[in-house]
């Protein structure tokens, strides 16, 4: 069609194609530059067929981040995210045939698998759901953003490493579930668009759906005798700390 560029851009954070119309990724908001090209309009259906035929629009000089006739990954996939839902899902199945108190975390003197294997467990259908929801949400998008090693990371060190300082702290409470790794994964995430709405800037996060995401995730030691307060925000913490080494990597790009 005439008027129709031939080529379009891909967002250097996410990976995804967009329109070289726009200024912003539409999906995880990175400046793609300073304005949109102007787009010639001349020509009507009154006007001779030579002179119908709108030249292709100009685009302005590429900036950094930019990629233009180069097609996206179409396998690009939160295979990461998809892999811990997946396995908290299957955890859900096995706590059907086995004691909750046969896989749960009491102690770290206990065998290391149930460290591995504790974190993936939800006894109850609401904890899973309350969990598993933001865990899906911001993994996501944090894996579009940063890439699966940090999804992976997070996990390890909000979810693994949070219930390993519940049992720490609490050794006599049995453990089960990651509610720490989604409340870091929603803190690793949410942390630049608070900053930016404290500055009065733009942002693209739904600020308030994240904050019941992350009460619901906060108050679960009340609705669950598996879930610690301690291993819950422990997770928080260490995820607003990697959300703010985050903000400090993409600052010095």
């Not at 199945?93 to 909750?100: D, L």
């Not at 990371?153 to 979810?159: D, E, I, P, Q, S």
Request: charged residues 20%; positive net charge.
């Amino acid at each position: 069609m005439a008027g129709t560029p031939d080529l379009f851009v891909v967002c250097k954070k996410c990976g995804s194609e967009v329109s070289p119309y726009i200024t912003e990724c539409p999906y995880c908001g990175t400046r793609l530059r300073k304005r949109a090209p102007k787009i010639d309009r001349r020509g009507g259906d009154a006007a001779p067929r030579s002179a119908r035929r709108m030249p292709r629009p100009a685009l302005s000089p590429l900036r950094s981040g930019e990629m233009p006739g180069i097609r996206a990954d179409p396998l690009r996939k939160p295979w990461v995210t998809v892999a811990l839902v997946a396995l908290s899902l299957i955890g859900f199945f096995v706590i059907a045939y086995v004691e909750p108190a046969q896989v749960a975390l009491a102690g770290l003197d206990q065998d290391v698998w149930r460290l591995a294997v504790a974190p993936f467990i939800y006894p109850g259908t609401w904890y899973q759901l309350a969990v598993l929801v933001p865990l899906a949400l911001f993994g996501w998008r944090l894996e579009l953003r940063h890439g699966p090693l940090v999804v992976a990371g997070l996990f390890l060190a909000c979810g693994v490493g949070g219930i390993a300082i519940g049992a720490a702290v609490e050794p006599d409470a049995l453990l089960l579930g990651a509610p720490g790794a989604a409340l870091g994964m929603l803190a690793a995430w949410a942390l630049p668009d608070v900053l930016r709405a404290r500055r009065g800037e733009d942002h693209d996060g739904d600020l308030l759906g994240a904050l019941v995401l992350g009460v619901l995730v906060g108050l679960m030691p009340l609705a669950t005798e598996y879930a610690s307060w301690v291993a819950t925000y422990s997770g928080l913490i260490i995820g607003v700390l990697v959300g703010l080494m985050l903000l400090r990597t993409e600052g010095a790009k």
